[in-house]
């Protein structure tokens, strides 16, 4: 089983959902760059400071800052024997700096149309505690406001409103989109093509498991 991973995909393509499933069954932590961005802002962290404005503008945080934080990330304990990159590399420099610090076994990239990534962007909610992602139309939670997992409080994420979800669509078609050919060409790439904004995630995870044997 390949267990060092990255996902790769839009906005919305369901990275941090299908990471949060997959990564307990392969016992590997998921490592979430936006994630951490965010922590560290709810935190005001000097790092969480000089991610704000590019968070909330949409906009990707500068290579140097994200490599950084990744690297010292990877060098912790429980990353030894794999991990799940989500939302890192998404830049060529980024990629190429990993390469020097990680041996990537597989990419799995999910495919999905913009039509889609919009509607269930406007509809998602996070937890504030534990970074739990829920849809108010395909994924609700069990009681309104309230993670299903940690009680935690649910909030819309100041970058999911349309002009910013757009800047993000903009900046993943410039800057990430080029890392397709660059891990097709190293032959790690698996597509896992998912065009409905309600397709169930537990057929979607057992696709991702097919794709790492
Ligand atoms: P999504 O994939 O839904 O856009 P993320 O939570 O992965 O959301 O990222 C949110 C924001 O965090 C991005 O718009 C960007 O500002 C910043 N970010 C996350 N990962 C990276 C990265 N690898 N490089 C640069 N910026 C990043
Ligand atoms: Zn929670």
Redesign the pocket.
Known sequence: MKTKLIFLGP??AG??TYASRVAPKLGVPQI????L??ENMAKDTELGRK?KE??NA????P?EI?VDMVRDRLSEDDATNGYIL??????LT?AEALDSIAEIEAVINLVVPDSVIIER?SSRIQCKSCAAVFNLKTMPPQEEGKCDKCGGELYQRE?DTPAVIQK?LD?YKAQTAPLIEYYKARGVIANIHNDKADAPVDGIVARIMAALE
Do not use: M, N
């Open positions: 906005p919305g990275k941090g979430s760059t936006g994630d961005f965010r991610a590019y968070v949409g906009k990707l945080v290579d994200v989500d939302g890192f590399p998404r830049t980024q962007l970058d993000r900046a």
